[in-house]
């Protein structure tokens, strides 16, 4: 059986480990990995509008790695848009590239589950083999860690140097021409980028469980001697 100190390190990784796993769900189900202010340029051509009447050909928009959502305004008030990345729109962005980003943080999903396995094991057992103790969980961290952060910096490959937002924007805009004013990372990006670092502190937690702490001992209680003074009392 491990020690004491041992299972509560164990135990703590194999909740950041179940965390991460838990983070990536949550990323990729949801929409907000960009967010960002269009403007609708043919309205603004067609009126000569001038800078205080931006405001009423300004809308929103905001995706993520599978659907999101626009609302376009372009002279006639508000247009909301449901934006779905598969089937047709994967045709008009880069394909490759973006299933290539899926398929990093499904590897990455894995690798933590495989993670959280092996915490789970390491705080109930004492591992004969060297990969299914601290070694290993420092391998799978690693590579877990890794493919996240590759997925993410795919992501923003994509975004900046393929103009994604403004793909995404113009999809079945055969009318109107939409100019992306402003992007910004959304939190479903950074719940990513910090599922990254709770594999990294994974590895320094799983680190500490080699620290030796001092066995308390007891002392114990001395036993009375009996000399020969006693003994004629």
């Given at each position: ?22 983070l ?37 928009i905001?995706?993520g790695?599978?659907?999101?959502g ?18 047709r ?48 969980l ?21 975004v ?74």
């Open positions: 059986m491990p020690t004491v100190w041992k299972r509560i390190v164990f135990s703590v990784g194999s909740v950041l480990s179940l965390g991460s796993v838990a990536l769900v949550v990323a990729l189900s949801t929409e907000r990995w960009i967010t960002g202010t269009i403007l609708c340029q043919t309205g603004v051509d067609l009126v000569n509008a001038s800078s205080p009447e931006l405001s009423q050909f300004t809308g929103d905001y995706y790695l599978f659907q999101g626009k609302t376009r305004k372009c002279g006639l008030g508000s247009r909301r848009y449901k934006i779905y990345i598969f089937p729109l994967i045709r008009k962005v880069n394909g490759g590239l973006h299933m290539i980003i899926i398929f990093f943080h499904f590897i990455a999903i894995g690798f933590a589950l495989v993670s959280l396995a092996f915490c789970i094991y390491n705080a109930r057992k004492v591992p004969y083999q060297s990969i299914k103790g601290p070694l290993g420092y391998l799978w961290n690693f590579i877990a860690a890794f493919f996240s952060s590759l997925g993410f910096a795919c992501f923003i490959a994509a900046r140097c393929h103009r994604l937002t403004e793909r995404v924007a113009n999809f079945r805009e055969n009318l109107f021409h939409l100019v992306v004013l402003e992007e910004n990372l959304g939190f479903s990006f950074w719940l990513c980028v910090a599922s990254t670092v709770t594999h990294g502190v994974n590895i320094l937690v799983v680190a500490s469980s080699r620290i030796h702490l001092p066995k308390l001992q007891t002392k114990k209680p001395e036993e009375p001697t009996i000399t020969g003074d006693d003994l004629l009392y």
